[in-house]
C-alpha cells in the first residue's frame, strides 16, 4: 500500500464516519426549535393503528408518551431530542396534518412497505387543498403520493388544527377542525368529497358531543392542540375497555407548554390551571447544542484519530516487512559472486604457494592478455 493509496483509504473512512455521525448529531431540541419557530409548535400528528403521537415544526418531529392510568396518574412525556424527520409531513407545506381510515376494498396494497390503514391528509396553508398521501408509520417518510381535495371553509372559521375522534373514526372517516373554541366536522367517507356536518349514521347525543368536541369546548382555555387517546381508565380510575374515548389537550402561555386528560365522564377539575401538567417548560435558557450532540462530536473525533492510528500502523508494518525482505535478498544475491571470488583466490594462493611466480616478459609472453605469445626462435645452423 503505498503513501497516496493509504491516504485515499483515510479520506474515503473519514468521509463514511462523518456521514453516518452527521445524521445522529443534526438530532434537534425542542425548546431551540420551539423558541425558534415563534413560541409554537406548527402542529400534532397521531397516528391510528399503532398510536404514534407527534410534535412537528418544521419537517421534524418529537414523539409524545402517553402513560395511562386512573385518574391524576395520566401522564405525557416528550423527548427533548428530536425523533427524526419526514420528506412529506411538514409545517413548512402544510398547516394542519392527519389520518384518514381507508375503505377496506379501497386500501392500497404496497409491497414491503408498513403504513399506518390510513390516507395521510395534508391541510395546505391556503386551508382551500388537501393533498393524500400513504406515509410509512416507522420512519414518517412518504411511501406513495395520491391526489388533491379541494375543501371549503367558511370566510369567519379559519381552523387551527385538526383531530379525530375515536368515534366512528373507521367508519365515517370523520375529521374535526377546530378554530378557538368553535368546530366544524367534515366526513371524509369519499376523500374527493368532503361533506360537512355529523353524517345521519351517528344517532347518539353522546356521540355527537365527543365528535364536535362539546367537553373541550367547555374548558373555555386557549387551546394549542388536541391529540385523541385510547385511555383503559376513566376519570373515575374505573378500568374500562381498552377503546375507551378521550382527549389530551394542550396549552401552551408563557413558553410553557401543558397539559389534562379529558375523558369519560367529564371531569371539569382535571383541565383548571392549578391541576394541569408540565409537558416541557422551554422558558428556561437552553444550551445550543444538547449534551447528545457534544458526545457524538466526542466519538467522531475518537473514531477518526483510531482509524487513522490503525491504517497509518497498518503503512508502517508493510513497509518494515517489505524493506527487510528485499534487504534479504538482495544481501543473499551479492553473496553469491564474493563466495565464488573468495574461493578461487584461496585456491590460487595454495597453487603458487613455495613458488616463484614468473613473469611473462621473461618467458617470451605478451603483457597484453588479446595478443598470442610470441614463439621462439630457432638458432640458425652453421
Known amino acids: 500500500m503505498t503513501t497516496m493509496n493509504a491516504i485515499c483509504l483515510i479520506a474515503l473512512l473519514v468521509s463514511i464516519i462523518a456521514q453516518v455521525v452527521l445524521v445522529v448529531v443534526e438530532s434537534k431540541d425542542f425548546c431551540n426549535e420551539y423558541k425558534r419557530n415563534g413560541h409554537k409548535i406548527d402542529f400534532a400528528y397521531r397516528m391510528i393503528e399503532f398510536e404514534g403521537k407527534f410534535f412537528f415544526i418544521g419537517n421534524t418531529y418529537w414523539k409524545l408518551q402517553f402513560i395511562d392510568g386512573p385518574d391524576d396518574n ?27 381510515w381507508y375503505l377496506k376494498d379501497a386500501k392500497p396494497t404496497i409491497d414491503g412497505v408498513n403504513y399506518d390503514h390510513c390516507r395521510v391528509a395534508g391541510l395546505k396553508k391556503n386551508l382551500k387543498t388537501i393533498d393524500w398521501a400513504v406515509v410509512s408509520n416507522v420512519s414518517l417518510s412518504l411511501m406513495q403520493t395520491l391526489d388533491s381535495t379541494n375543501i371549503k371553509f367558511e370566510d369567519n372559521f ?23 373554541n368553535q368546530t366544524i366536522v367534515y366526513n371524509f367517507y369519499d376523500p374527493n368529497n368532503p361533506v360537512k356536518g355529523i353524517p345521519s349514521i351517528v344517532d347518539k347525543d353522546e356521540q355527537r358531543l365527543i365528535i364536535n368536541g ?3 369546548r367547555k374548558l373555555n382555555i386557549q387551546l394549542m392542540t388536541i391529540v385523541a387517546q385510547y385511555s383503559e381508565y376513566d376519570n373515575n380510575g374505573v378500568q374500562k375497555s381498552i377503546n375507551g374515548h378521550g382527549s389530551i389537550v394542550f396549552t401552551n402561555e408563557n413558553q410553557i407548554i401543558r397539559y389534562c386528560y379529558v375523558g369519560q365522564p367529564f371531569n ?11 409537558l416541557i417548560d422551554c422558558s428556561l435558557d437552553t444550551k445550543p447544542s444538547s449534551s447528545k450532540t457534544m458526545i457524538m462530536i466526542i466519538l467522531f473525533i475518537v473514531i477518526v484519530v483510531l482509524v487513522i492510528f490503525i491504517v497509518g500502523l497498518i503503512i508502517l508494518v508493510r ?11 538482495v544481501s543473499a544475491i551479492s553473496n553469491v559472486p564474493n563466495s565464488k571470488q573468495k574461493s578461487t583466490r584461496s585456491a590460487m594462493n595454495k597453487s603458487t604457494k613455495g613458488s616463484k611466480a614468473i613473469s611473462p616478459s621473461k618467458t617470451g609472453g605478451s603483457t597484453d592478455p588479446t ?12
Not at 516487512?321 to 534487504?327: L, P
Request: charged share 25%.
Open 371 to 382: 595478443k598470442s605469445p610470441s614463439k621462439p626462435k630457432t638458432p640458425k645452423a652453421k
Open 319 to 329: 513497509n518494515y516487512v517489505g524493506q527487510g525482505g528485499e534487504g534479504q535478498s
Open 268 to 278: 371539569e377539575t382535571a383541565c383548571k390551571p392549578s391541576n394541569m401538567k408540565t
Open 158 to 180: 379559519k381552523p387551527l388544527f385538526a383531530w379525530l375522534p375515536e368515534s366512528h373514526r373507521k367508519q365515517e372517516r370523520l375529521a374535526t377542525f377546530w378554530s378557538n
Open 214 to 216: 362539546t367537553n373541550e
Open 74 to 100: 395520566k401522564t405525557v412525556t416528550i423527548n427533548n431530542e428530536s425523533d427524526g424527520e419526514s420528506n412529506f409531513i411538514s409545517g413548512d407545506n402544510y398547516s394542519m396534518v392527519w389520518c384518514n
